[in-house]
Antibody, heavy 119, light 106 residues
Framework: EVQLVESGGDLVQPGGSLTLSCAVS????????MHWVRQAPGKGLVWVSRISSDGTIINYADPVKGRFTISRDTAKNTLYLQMNSLRAEDTAFYYC????????????WGQGALVTVSS | SYEMTQPPSVSVALGQTATITCEGNNIGNKIVHWYQQKPGQAPILVISRDATRPFGIPERFSGSNSWNTATLTINRAQAGDEADYYC?????????FGPGTKVTVL
């Protein structure tokens, strides 16, 4: 059974850092494109970042470029999102999602991890 | 960055057809996906690459994309189709989501 489980969500002060993890099971992480998508409470979906199946292609949305870093550990079958210089507007549920091939859409999502940036 | 517009809400009578649009400049030249999201749940892909239904999605869901409008059509709407629907476009090495449409089944 395919599962994606996010963890690491927390309350953090503005300017702080946090790392989210997405532990996957039921498939091999290195065979899929993986993405992070966020959703502020009561708001719409916003794409954050992606990493290609072979790890050579990484893209970021402009609002997080230079502050967030996507990475993965294929041995641990885990995807990460390191978030630095956090701002109040980064407050959201963060979902990891699987894309079987480039630009075909996400066939599996995690349940989301809540990141709250507040003093 | 690329932007799309969606109607904030669409109402449809039970058993009738709901049409949800996603408008953007020359969106017909881009690849569009559609997601359904119910409260408290992660989204579900209902249409991939303009018009492809993933496995397990009912035939009642269909998609099209031409010129400046991509469209998600829900035929024979059911109460379980009540949800938010988002279009998603790949453009210039980024994905962009539309603002979402809340579908209400009356």
């Amino acid at each position: 059974e395919v599962q994606l489980v996010e963890s690491g969500g927390d309350l953090v002060q503005p300017g702080g850092s946090l790392t989210l993890s997405c532990a996957v099971s039921g498939f091999i992480l290195g065979n899929y494109w993986m993405h992070w998508v966020r959703q502020a409470p009561g708001k719409g979906l916003v794409w954050v970042s992606r990493i290609s199946s072979d790890g050579t292609i990484i893209n970021y949305a402009d609002p997080v470029k230079g502050r967030f870093t996507i990475s993965r550990d294929t041995a641990k079958n885990t995807l990460y999102l390191q978030m630095n210089s956090l701002r109040a507007e980064d407050t959201a549920f963060y979902y990891c999602a699987r894309e079987p091939l480039a630009v075909v859409g996400y066939d599996y999502w995690g349940q989301g991890a809540l990141v709250t940036v507040s003093s | 960055s690329y932007e799309m517009t969606q109607p904030p809400s669409v109402s449809v009578a039970l058993g009738q057809t709901a049409t949800i649009t996603c408008e953007g400049n020359n969106i017909g030249n881009k690849i569009v996906h559609w997601y359904q999201q119910k409260p408290g749940q992660a989204p579900i892909l209902v249409i991939s690459r303009d018009a492809t239904r993933p496995f397990g999605i009912p035939e009642r869901f269909s998609g099209s994309n031409s010129w400046n409008t991509a469209t998600l059509t829900i035929n024979r709407a059911q109460a379980g189709d009540e949800a938010d629907y988002y279009c998603q476009v790949w453009d210039s090495n980024t994905y962009v989501f539309g603002p979402g449409t809340k579908v209400t089944v009356l």
